[in-house]
């Protein structure tokens, strides 16, 4: 259901928003608050932004948007903003500064709307930040912004402080011979960066003399900034974003968007470009009853205990919780025990605190068991254990309990199901070793991608969560690269992004060229940073 607007947009009025450079996550506060109120969005460039949007706001973006001729668009716009609805026209960079937003202010003011310009990060600055090279320097120098696509610039007057270079690929060679044409000597550096802020980012460094042969075998594309001067030396000592562990790095997620929320968030901060692909679907079980009953008896007092082995099984116990219109107060006097931090979590958003998880390093089902007390008729005045599960949910932790004095009522909650098969794309890039890592977070996933996709490459970097899904990659022939030290998703993708930083090390340690995993594979272009 999507939220009411809020009173951040005003009815009637034209946004003029600058979305940045790239990255969805330097859209500003006030940008993000537009986007959600908006009851139309029309946007250009490549920023995300539809996560920020209600469901039912009307987006025009993509090709239909780069085809509005410039008095349709105002026309859209402002016959939108008379209808009293709130509009956002969401630009690249900053408004007034990197597009033509000026231009398309006048017209829609002409167009008998009013407009509000809203500043956002312009790549200007951005770019190079993201690059690692800090624009006026130690010295202070003089910063100048110019444009290649502008043929009045006089690049002989350029003078000889620092140069900020929009649109800078298109002309580059002409632009290099221009300034050393006009005394710039030949071996200035320049730094070109392409795509900035985001994990397609790449950087060539040059000199003004080799500029045009470096750029030979690169795949720079527009948009790029290139920054000319001193200060791109200071480049090898301050480069953060393109050193990070994985960066730019395409890994496999065989778990839908809703479980892989957190490791997917985990990887982005590392460089790595998640790609979510289900490799099992969560289905009802065949027959309720069993639940229903289950759910019945929690209300009622039957269980001391609920031992939740999974997150889908929290969520299976909610879903019924609001079928029946209840909530996590049902849930007073009876303890519950959670088998490790993502299940934990998932309860904490429920409104239940777990009482007993395993330690650190034990998170399973085995875990469970070694913390998990016996029964004592003395001390509890009820028996019964609730374990909600899945329908292959091996017998570890039911037959522990029983051992230890408990009755059980192990209950389907949900059915796991094999997938369907991922996009032909999707089953090309995973055999033919398009994704430098996938991630194993369960003996089933392994089993259910070569079912589906097939294996994958042997250049892929395979990463499992705990030994027993390492055997069941090892029994299809995987070689096993990553093994996380504890059964946590967030702990794999920790392992992944220090295998990764080793790696690239050794790398430039032995004096190879940095590339990644995919870039190994026979025939794979190499890629320059």
């Known amino acids: 259901m999507s939220p009411a607007p809020s009173e951040n947009t005003t009815p009637g009025t034209v946004h003029i928003v600058g979305a940045g450079p790239g990255d969805e996550t330097m859209l500003t506060l006030r940008a993000t608050l537009l986007l959600g109120d908006a009851d139309l969005v029309i946007a250009t460039g490549d920023v995300p932004f539809r996560a920020h949007c209600r469901d039912d706001a009307e987006i025009v973006d993509g090709e239909e948007a780069a085809g509005l001729e410039a008095g349709a668009l105002a026309a859209r716009l402002a016959g939108a903003a008379n209808e009293g609805r709130r509009v956002v026209r969401l630009v690249p960079g900053e408004p007034l500064l990197d597009g033509q937003a000026a231009a398309e202010a006048e017209a829609v003011r002409a167009a008998g709307a009013p407009v509000e310009i809203v500043p956002g990060v312009s790549a200007v600055t951005a770019v190079p930040t993201y690059a690692g090279i800090p624009l006026s320097g130690a010295g202070g120098v003089d910063v100048r912004v110019l444009d290649a ?79 000319v001067g001193d200060v791109v030396s200071e480049r090898e000592r301050l480069s953060w974003f393109e050193t990070k562990p994985l960066f730019g790095w395409r890994v496999l997620v065989p778990r839908t968007k809703e479980q892989a929320a957190s490791l997917s968030e985990r990887l982005r901060a590392y460089g790595a470009v998640p790609e979510e692909v289900p490799t099992i679907s969560v289905e009802p079980p065949r027959t309720p009853q069993q639940m229903d009953r289950a759910i019945r008896g929690l209300v009622t007092g039957r ?104 009755e059980v009522d192990d209950v389907t909650a949900y059915r796991t199901v094999r997938a369907a098969p991922p996009p032909e794309p999707v089953r090309e890039a995973i055999k033919g070793g398009g994704f430098d890592a996938v991630l194993f977070t369960s003996s089933s996933t392994v ?56 790696r690239r090390q050794r790398m430039l340690d032995a004096g190879d060229a940095f590339r990644k995993p995919s870039q190994m594979r026979r025939g794979a272009r190499r890629k320059k940073v």
Request: charged fraction near 25%.
């Open 303 to 406: 269980y001391q205990w609920v031992a939740f082995t999974s997150t889908n099984a929290v969520r299976a116990v909610r879903e019924k919780f609001e079928e029946y219109g209840l909530d996590a107060r049902a849930f007073a006097g009876v303890k519950v025990a959670a088998v490790g931090e993502q299940t934990a979590a998932a309860l904490v958003a429920f409104g239940i605190k777990p009482d007993l998880t395993p330690p650190e390093g034990k998170q399973s089902s085995e875990g469970l068991l070694e913390v998990f007390p016996p029964y004592d008729a003395e001390l509890d005045p009820i028996d019964r254990v609730f374990a909600p599960r899945a329908d292959i949910a091996t017998d570890t932790l039911i037959a522990g309990l029983q051992d230890t004095g408990w």
């Open 149 to 227: 696509a502008d043929p009045t610039v006089k690049w002989e007057a350029a003078g000889d402080g620092t140069l900020v270079i929009r649109n800078a690929l298109a002309g580059i060679g002409d632009v290099a011979k221009a300034l050393t044409g006009a005394g710039r000597p030949a071996d200035t550096p320049v730094a070109l960066t392409s795509r900035g802020s985001t994990t397609e980012q790449e950087t060539v460094v040059s000199t003004l003399g080799r500029l045009t042969h470096d750029l030979k075998h690169s795949t720079l594309t527009e948009p790029a900034i290139c920054v």
């Open 447 to 502: 089993r259910n991608l070569v079912g589906i996709a097939g294996k994958p490459h042997k250049v892929t970097v395979i990463a499992c969560i705990g030994p027993a899904t390492a055997k069941t990659a090892e029994e299809f022939g995987l070689r096993m690269d990553v093994q996380s030290p504890k059964a946590s998703v967030l702990a794999l993708a920790d392992e992944l992004a220090r295998y990764g930083a080793e």
